[in-house]
């Protein structure tokens, strides 16, 4: 099993910035994509930027040039650094991690962090 903890989100003026953490523990070696979601309210969960299984990421178009995916192997964290935010950012923001584990795929998601962009 993988268990995602997030931590980071809170409310900022549109412009701020925010950075998200995501700690992974349990079966980290069996992770094979790890990044985040988001889900405004009425709306779908959406990518938001994740790593692929070959190390690259991959940003969704309204994020790109402002938010900026990262890691820290040692500390089994992946981070989200939003920038120049804006208030159509504001959404529950949820860590994911894919991966196989005893032959079976999972799709784990961690508890949701709150992003509120105010204008």
């Known amino acids: 099993q993988v268990q995602l903890v997030e931590s980071g989100g809170g409310l900022v003026q549109a412009g701020g910035s925010l950075r998200l953490s995501c700690a992974a523990s349990?079966?980290?070696?069996?992770?094979?994509?790890m990044g985040w979601y988001r889900q405004a309210p009425g709306k779908q969960r959406e990518l938001v930027a994740t790593?692929?299984?070959?190390?690259?990421?991959n940003y969704a178009d309204s994020v790109k040039g402002r938010f900026t995916i990262s890691r820290d192997n040692a500390k089994n964290t992946v981070y989200l650094q939003m920038s120049s935010l804006k208030p159509e950012d504001t959404a529950v923001y949820y860590c994911?991690?894919?991966?196989?584990?005893?032959?079976?795929?999972?799709?784990?998601w961690g508890q949701g962090t709150q992003v509120t962009v105010s204008s």
């Open positions: 994911n991690a894919r991966g196989t584990l005893t032959f079976r795929e999972y799709n784990h």
């Open positions: 790593f692929t299984s070959g190390g690259n990421t």
């Open positions: 349990g079966s980290i070696f069996s992770i094979n994509r």
